[in-house]
């Protein structure tokens, strides 16, 4: 089951699964409810720590490699919680085509459907740069050398829809068949899963690059 990005600032609230009247069909034994994950408030706890961090050492004119990845890790961020805003319009798209008895309506929403994730591809095309080296097509990972002969690795997670990325496949068919849309939306789940897994992994990044840049600080100072 995926996750829930949570951007409300207050108390963390469950969030209720796209797909869950779905699932709840075919396995009575899952849940309703996706659990819980801040993403977002990590997120800006972790770049409110970041600026904190650099406006402490705003005279040092040099690149640093830490804040040059944390950088990168904010941008993809974004990115991602845009990707997935449309997978969960996907989602909902999908969602409505199994209520629809007529085959022209279910085409319809078929091709509402694969606009939005076509969209997906054009979105990761036009972010940041520093976000695609991380999720976009030609993704690499970011070494880090840190303090000493320390090195860091920031992995990329593909967010196309590609086989490679979130394996999104088009509407063959125009849902002209359920089973057809219940294989689209299994995908659907697994991307979303993939998306979250991708921002609780930067979120890590993100905390331990700060507390090894604060530590470097720290020991420049002393």
């Known amino acids: ?43 800006d706890r972790a770049l409110k720590n970041r600026r904190a961090v650099i406006n402490e050492n705003h005279s040092d004119e040099q690149e640093n490699p830490v804040r040059e990845a944390l950088a990168a890790i904010e941008a993809a961020l974004y990115a991602i919680d845009r ?42 095309e036009k972010i940041d740069p520093r976000a695609s080296v991380l999720i976009g097509k030609g993704q690499r990972h970011i070494d880090v050398t840190l303090a000493g002969r320390a090195r860091y690795s920031v992995s990329p997670f593909r967010l196309d829809v590609s086989e490679k990325g979130l394996d999104l496949p088009p509407p063959a068919d125009a849902f002209a068949t359920y089973e057809e849309i219940d294989d689209i939306l299994d995908h659907l789940d697994k991307a979303l899963g993939r998306a979250d897994r991708a921002a609780a992994s930067y979120c890590r990044d993100a905390q331990y690059l700060i507390a090894r840049m604060k530590a470097d600080l720290a020991n420049d100072a002393a």
């Open 1 to 43: 089951m995926a996750f829930a990005i949570n951007k409300n600032s207050g108390a963390q609230e469950k969030r209720r699964s796209p797909l869950a009247g779905w699932l709840g069909k075919k396995n009575t034994q899952s849940t309703d409810e996706m659990p819980a994950m801040d993403v977002a408030g990590g997120l």
């Open 83 to 124: 990707v997935r805003d449309i997978l969960e319009q996907a989602c909902e798209v999908a969602l409505s085509a199994k209520d629809v008895d007529e085959a022209g309506g279910r085409a319809l929403l078929a091709e509402s459907y694969d606009e939005l994730r076509l969209s997906i591809n054009e979105a990761l």
